[in-house]
């Protein structure tokens, strides 16, 4: 059975820095990748890494959010920092067999509980 557990989320002060670890048990996927989803809005691309090593990343994140991969605790992280209030949301770890589309929410099958990130100014 495929389980996504995350943990990390928080309350941070705008320009801090958090981390989000998601803990895939059950089997290893091709494609891991981390959404958002603010209050009123549709879940967006975060970030996303391959079985390869090949990283991509959403506009309003890129140059301040890292998603890693630590095969060996079948665990992937997303460090955050420089973080701001527009970055508060509910953060979501998900997996995947493929590896297009990978901004896609359709493309994922497997989707964590949710970590609550809160960024005040």
């Known amino acids: 059975q495929v389980q996504l557990v995350e943990s990390g989320g928080g309350s941070v002060q705008a320009g801090g820095s958090l981390r989000l670890s998601c803990i895939a048990s059950?089997?290893?996927?091709?494609?891991m990748a981390w959404f958002r989803q603010a209050p009123g809005e549709e879940r967006a691309f975060v970030a996303s890494?391959?079985?390869?090593?090949?990283?991509t990343y959403s506009d309003p994140v890129k140059g301040r959010f890292t998603i890693s991969r630590d095969f060996a605790k079948n665990t992937v992280y997303l460090q955050m920092k420089s973080l701001k209030p527009d970055d508060t949301a509910v953060y979501y770890c998900?997996?995947?067999?493929?590896?297009?589309?990978?901004?896609?929410?359709?493309?994922?099958?497997?989707w964590g509980q949710g970590a609550q990130v809160t960024v005040s100014s």
């Open positions: 998900a997996a995947s067999r493929r590896v297009t589309d990978i901004s896609t929410p359709g493309t994922y099958d497997y």
């Open positions: 059950g089997r290893t996927f091709s494609n």
């Open positions: 890494t391959l079985i390869g090593g090949h990283t």
